[in-house]
C-alpha cells in the first residue's frame, strides 16, 4: 500500500516539525522549564504514528488505519480535485444515498459512509490528507502533530499540580508505550485522547480556576464535541469525576463545617440532575450511544467481540450479563481488572500483545506495591486530599468499566483503554511520591506529610 511518496515525503515534513517544535521550545523553556520535554514528546508521538504505519502495512496488511487513509481521506481528497463542487457537501456532512452517486472510479468510493462516528473520523483527517500529497505516512504524522497539542495540555495541567513529580508525570502521559503507539497513527483513540487532554485543560482552566477566556471555553466545547461525534462513551466516564471535581473544589473554599455539610448533599444533587439532564438532552445526538441505548449496545459490542473473526485466541470472558444495571455492576471487578492489567504476560499472543502484557506487568505491581505500603485507608485519604487525584482514579475507574463491560478481545482492549493509562499512571506515580516524601521526612504515617491540597506552580498557567 505504501507508495513512492511515503519515502520521499516524510523527511522533508520531520524536518519542518522539528524546526517549527524547537522553535516553541525555545521559545517557552526559560519560564517553563517542563518544555524540555515538548520535542522529545512530540517525536515519540511522531514515531508511534509511523510504527503503526508501517505494522498495519507490512505485519497485519491493513486494518482500520490504512482504511481511514485510503478508502476515506484519500478518496475525499481526490474528489476535492475531480468535483470540488461537490467535496464541500460530503465533507460538511451530507451523507445522504443520492450524494453516494457522486464518487466514481477516478475517486474511489469511502468504506465508513454509513457509519457516522467512524466517517467523522474521515472527514476530520481529509483536510490532513491533502497537505500529505497522498502520503500514508505523511498523513499519519501530521495527525500525530496536530494530536499533540491535547497530549501536551494534559501533561501541564498535571504539572500545574504536582510539579514535584514532572518526571514521572512525563513516563505517564507522554512516553508510555501503548498510548504512544496507539494514541498516535491515524484512528479515532489518536483524536480523542487529545480530545481528552483539551477537556481537562478546558474543564481546569474554566471551570475550577475561573478563567472566563476564550481559549478554555474553544478547547472545552471542541473537546466535548469531538467526543461527542467520534466515541461518547469516553465523554460519559469523564462527567463523574468532573462533576466530583468542581463539587470537592467548591466545597474546600467553603471553612464553615455546617455550611459544608448542609450544602455536600444539595450539589451532589443538583450535578447529578446537571449531568443527566445533559446527556438526555444529547440523545438524538448520541443515536446508539444514549442513555436509552448504551447498556444494550455494551452487551451487543461484548458478544460481538468474541466471534471467531475477531481472533478466537485473543478472546477473554468476564461472563455473560444483560442489558441492566444490576446486571452490570457484578461485573464491574472483573471489567475493571481487565482494563486495567490484562493481557497478563501468559495471555499474550503476538509480539504487540507481549508488550502491553509487559506494560501491564509493571502497572499491576506499582498497584500492589503502593497498596501493601499505603493501605487502603491512607490512599482514600490522599485521594480526599486532592481534586485533580481525585479525578484521576474515578476516570480510570469509570473508564476501565465501561471499556472492560463491553469489550472481549485482547486486541480491542489494548487499544480502547488508553485514554486511561496517562491518569492512572499518573495518580499511581502521584501516590508513590506521597510515600517517599513521607519516608525522607521520617514520617510514620503518610498523613502527616499532606495537610491541604498542592499549591499549582503559576509558571505553567
Known amino acids: 500500500m505504501l507508495n513512492i511518496f511515503d519515502l520521499i515525503l516524510p523527511p522533508l515534513y520531520l524536518l519542518v516539525i522539528f524546526f517549527v517544535a524547537d522553535i516553541i521550545r525555545k521559545k517557552n523553556i526559560h519560564e517553563k522549564p517542563h518544555y524540555k520535554y515538548f520535542v522529545k514528546g512530540l517525536f515519540v508521538k511522531i514515531f508511534g504514528a509511523i510504527a503503526v504505519c508501517l505494522i498495519y502495512t507490512l505485519y497485519y496488511d491493513g486494518g482500520d488505519t490504512t482504511n481511514y487513509f485510503y478508502y476515506g481521506a484519500d478518496v475525499l481528497r481526490k474528489l476535492l480535485f475531480y468535483k470540488p463542487h461537490e467535496f464541500f457537501s460530503v465533507w460538511l456532512g451530507d451523507l445522504t444515498l443520492d450524494k453516494w452517486s457522486i464518487f466514481d472510479t477516478d475517486t474511489g468510493w469511502p468504506l465508513y459512509w454509513h457509519d457516522e462516528h467512524s466517517f467523522f473520523v474521515t472527514r476530520f483527517i481529509t483536510p490532513l490528507g491533502v497537505l500529505s500529497g497522498s502520503s500514508f505516512i ?32 512525563a513516563i505517564a502521559i507522554l512516553f508510555m508505550p501503548s498510548v504512544v503507539f496507539w494514541g498516535s497513527g491515524l484512528l479515532k483513540d489518536t483524536i480523542t ?29 471542541l473537546s466535548s464535541l469531538l467526543l461527542i461525534k467520534i466515541k461518547p462513551y469516553i465523554l460519559f466516564a469523564l462527567l463523574p469525576g468532573s462533576m466530583i471535581w468542581y463539587l470537592t473544589n467548591t466545597l474546600w473554599r467553603i471553612k464553615n463545617f455546617f455550611l459544608k455539610m448542609t450544602l455536600t448533599p444539595i450539589l451532589l444533587l443538583a450535578i447529578g440532575a446537571a449531568g443527566y439532564g445533559l446527556l438526555s438532552s444529547l440523545g438524538s445526538s448520541l443515536g446508539q450511544y444514549s442513555i436509552d441505548n448504551v447498556m444494550e449496545r455494551a452487551v451487543i459490542v461484548q458478544r460481538d467481540l468474541k466471534q471467531e473473526y475477531y ?17 452490570m455492576i457484578t461485573k464491574a471487578p472483573a471489567a475493571i481488572e481487565a482494563s486495567l492489567f490484562r493481557p497478563y504476560l501468559w495471555e499474550a499472543k503476538n509480539p504487540v500483545m507481549a508488550l502491553a502484557a509487559l506494560e501491564n506487568a509493571v502497572v499491576l505491581f506499582l498497584t500492589i506495591f503502593l497498596v501493601i505500603r499505603l493501605k487502603i485507608v491512607n490512599i482514600i485519604f490522599l485521594v480526599r486530599k486532592n481534586s485533580l487525584l481525585l479525578f484521576s482514579f474515578l476516570f480510570a475507574i469509570f473508564f476501565a468499566f465501561s471499556v472492560g463491560i463491553a ?55
Open 138 to 169: 505523511v498523513c499519519s504524522i501530521l495527525l500525530a502533530t496536530f494530536c499533540y497539542g491535547g497530549i501536551w495540555r494534559l501533561f501541564e495541567v498535571f504539572i500545574q499540580y504536582f510539579p514535584q513529580v514532572e518526571s514521572k508525570l
Open 193 to 221: 485522547l487529545s480530545a481528552v487532554g483539551w477537556y481537562l485543560y478546558g474543564f481546569n482552566a474554566l471551570i475550577i480556576n475561573k478563567n472566563k477566556s476564550f481559549f478554555p471555553m474553544l478547547a472545552l466545547f
Open 311 to 327: 481472533g478466537g485466541n485473543a478472546r477473554f470472558d468476564i461472563g455473560d450479563f444483560d442489558a441492566t444495571f444490576s446486571s
Open 407 to 461: 469489550t472481549s478481545n485482547f486486541g480491542a482492549l489494548v487499544r480502547y483503554k488508553i485514554p486511561l493509562i496517562p491518569f492512572y499512571m499518573s495518580f499511581l506515580f502521584v501516590l508513590k511520591w506521597y510515600y517517599d516524601s513521607a519516608r525522607e521526612k521520617g514520617l510514620d504515617h503518610v498523613r502527616q506529610s499532606v495537610s491541604e491540597e498542592p499549591e499549582i506552580s503559576e509558571s505553567t498557567i
